[in-house]
């Protein structure tokens, strides 16, 4: 038998010393050694000098975590981890007597258990906060109040969830999660004891092992049965598929047991596709029912309209569903989330407001949150006055949200762009429980005016959904037989027909969709150059409709009743986006006036 490869060389490693315990004399003896080193270190030699003089005894610390009714641990030393699996370990518990008079009790962490010691110790804090309902399992029914709430408003709950990493740091940090319940079992580490990071906190959960998958599996449950939750979003998720010595997994064992939980099965699962440690995995990402973060998306359209070279290409494949990166297909449904903005990183009005991150605020000296963003003040630095920049961030704003809404794929808008909300250049606002976190409640009359826009554009996507879902085939260039599958096709143009002009120096980009008799159902034209372009327009027999004109001033841009276009050729004005849609698809519809 051999030991495992490793990038230092063959691993001594306790998980994998413990197979070899047969093979030769010495590795049973090695294993041995360890463990009487460790109680030696931990207890024999340490456990002396936390004697207290006046007593003689051992007086531990006890600490309250969270409020004062949540879990408790202790320290100096820490009574959790007392040793009791092996023989010298329970001759070492033997060493723990209670004063003459006490008892030591032994309680597990629940609520129940922890009301009862409460009770017996008479602990005046523990009893004036239960007394005055500071009661973590009424924070539990408020949460169910909430997710009925907006149940009620016919709104889901998905829950950002944090599995691959603990607030502990690295080995050096302090022993606040599951490092004080099995540091090797929890925590993704080499042979000597260094914790092996991907989620940039210093640590790495080892999702790949049974015991740590229960925990995850029993997490989720406990949101979706218990409280209610519609599904959830992984934080770095794809950290999640890594094995041992963080190699990828292509079956990863706990996305096999999440798609294999009856209890799990009706949820929507979201996650990140990257991690910290380089692996990003969009298309290929390792679980079935598991739509990833489309990245690309984000960063190739951020890129066009500030008008970057080499961005036209790819532009056109993130409004055609990103085939090159799934094969040469669309992404299928729910399996690409298109998205602007997030939670990390700039708000949509910071991204066409600040050439750069402004953090100082958070307090590590503006090295935090991510330095590339693909931003573009148009101008200024930050708010500003002059009306040409004002208007020209507005025209921005409406191409970068029409961009989303008219791609396949799952949009994600995310709260406040709709009204403008800025965190003042902070791209990393996680820190900061004031305005710059908050909530944008009052908004002013231009906010207003890009709230009535996203209202209409979803509201248009919805009425044409059948044009923009990825199971109904494109195809591309040519117009589709009759025997052949799928109703419509696309074809790409410049500021010609039929001539997309894929150039590193292009800024400008037109599609058409048709349908099986060739005639057009709808045309989009993008201009990120910095002069207005004349666009030859294909002939539509059944009328054209303005549907969408970013250039246009607030509330024609995207108005209820779309007006007549008859014209061979329409002028787009510099860094705008114009949506033509044929006249019966529109016929008797509103796109609401509020």
Known sequence: KKSQRTKTGWST???????????????????????????????VDALPALLEPETGRVHTDFNQAVTATGRLSSSNPNLQNIPIRTQFSRRIRKAFLPQEGWQLISADYSQIELRILTHLSGEEVLVNAYQQGDDPLLIRQQVRQLVTACHQAGLEVLVDVVYNHTCEGNQAGPTLSWRGIDDRLYYHQN??????????????????RPLVRRLILESMRCWALELGVDGFRFDLGIALSRGEELAPLDHPPLFEEIEADPELADLKLVSE?????????????????IGAWNGRFRDDVRRFWKGDERSCWAVGQ????????????????????TFLTAHDGFTLADLVSYNGKHNLANGEDNRDGDNHNNSWNHGAEGPCSDPQVGALRERQLRNLLSSLLLAPGVPMLLMGDEVRRSQGGNNNAWCQNNRLGWMHWQPDDDDQAVSLFVRRLIHLRHHLAGLFNPEIPHTEGRPLRFDQPGHIHREWHGVELGEPDWAAWSHTLAWSLHDHRNQPLLWCGLNAYASTLSFDLPECPAGW???IDTALPPGEDLPPEPQPLQAGQLPLRD???????????????QLGKR
């Not at 906190?201 to 080892?206: F, K, L, R, V, W």
């Not at 596709?273 to 029912?289: E, H, I, Q, T």
Request: hydrophobic fraction near 40%; include cysteine; proline fraction near 7%.
């Open 318 to 337: 993130r409004l055609a569903g990103s085939p090159d990166l799934y094969g040469g297909h669309p992404a299928v449904l729910g399996r690409s989330i």
């Open 575 to 589: 860094r705008s986006l114009v949506l033509l849609v044929a006249e019966p698809l529109m016929r008797g519809h």
């Open 191 to 208: 042979a000597k004891g260094d914790y092996l990071d991907v989620s940039g906190c210093g640590n790495s959960i080892a999702a790949n």
């Open 273 to 289: 596709p990257w991690d910290c440690g380089g692996l990003y995995r969009l298309a290929d990402f390792p679980a079935r029912r």
């Open 545 to 547: 409709l303005r549907v």
């Open 13 to 43: 490693d306790a998980t994998v010393l413990e197979k070899l315990e047969d093979a030769h004399p010495v590795v049973p003896l090695v294993l041995e050694h360890r463990t009487l080193s460790k109680l030696k270190s931990t207890y």
